[in-house]
């Protein structure tokens, strides 16, 4: 059974930082990417930032340069710094797996709810 459990989520003014927290309860070996997602009332899951097993990185063009996902793979757990926060951040964030054994199984998180203020 594969289970995320974010943390790290919560109220910010605009232009403020949080760092968001993934921890998966597989090896990191096994998986084959990571990623975060968001979803804002009204709107439809998007990706925001993904990591694959090799390490290579793509970003949404509307957070690059402002957000950054990375990994601890001692700990299982990935990371999405997110700085020059904007109310247009504001959704509930998913963390998201696969794993090498079945890509096309998603795997995901209950939520965390980030909320931007201006």
């Known amino acids: 059974q594969v289970q995320l459990v974010e943390s790290g989520g919560g109220l910010v003014q605009a232009g403020g930082s949080l760092r968001l927290s993934c921890a998966a309860s597989?090896?990191?070996?096994?998986?084959?990417?990571m990623g975060w997602y968001r979803q804002a009332p009204g709107k439809q899951r998007e990706l925001v930032a993904a990591i694959s097993r090799l390490g290579s990185t793509n970003y949404a063009d509307s957070v690059k340069g402002r957000f950054t996902i990375s990994r601890d793979n001692a700990k299982n757990t990935v990371f999405l710094q997110m700085n020059s926060l904007k109310p247009e951040d504001t959704a509930v964030y998913y963390c998201?797996?696969?794993?090498?054994?079945?890509?096309?199984?998603?795997?995901w998180g209950r939520g965390t709810q980030v909320t931007v203020s201006s």
């Open positions: 998201n797996l696969n794993l090498i054994t079945a890509p096309r199984i998603n795997y």
């Open positions: 597989v090896n990191i070996n096994s998986i084959n990417a």
